[in-house]
């Protein structure tokens, strides 16, 4: 299994952007569903952008618009670019890697997580 460590959370006001990094420990290229996930507090983790190997991108509708989802191969790194943030975005952010199917429980590698706050 391929290890993913997250980056780039942090506070920011509202209207305002962060890039999150995901960097892989092995090759990205042959991992057929790259997603971020985000958990609120008191709320169930949800699916926020997946991007295929093909670079197919599927967005949940409270994000689109605003955020965007991108892989780079030679760096083995997965991006997020968030953009016009609102205090509804604060959550910890998770990046995760599956070569099964999109549902939560196929994810076979997760990151640890990272904390975005925005205020109001």
């Known amino acids: 299994q391929v290890q993913l460590v997250e980056s780039g959370g942090g506070l920011v006001q509202a209207g305002g952007s962060l890039r999150l990094s995901c960097i892989a420990s092995?090759?990205?290229?042959?991992?057929?569903?790259m997603s971020w996930f985000r958990q609120a507090p008191g709320k169930m983790r949800e699916s926020v952008a997946t991007?295929?190997?093909?670079?197919?991108?599927i967005y949940a509708e409270s994000v689109k618009g605003r955020f965007a989802i991108f892989r780079d191969n030679v760096k083995n790194t997965m991006y997020l670019q968030m953009n016009n943030l609102t205090p509804e975005d604060t959550a910890v952010y998770y990046c995760?890697?599956?070569?099964?199917?999109?549902?939560?429980?196929?994810?076979?590698?997760w990151g640890q997580g990272t904390q975005v706050t925005v205020s109001s």
């Open positions: 092995g090759s990205i290229s042959t991992l057929y569903y």
């Open positions: 995760a890697a599956s070569n099964r199917g999109t549902a939560i429980g196929q994810y076979e590698s």
């Open positions: 991007s295929t190997s093909s670079d197919f991108k």
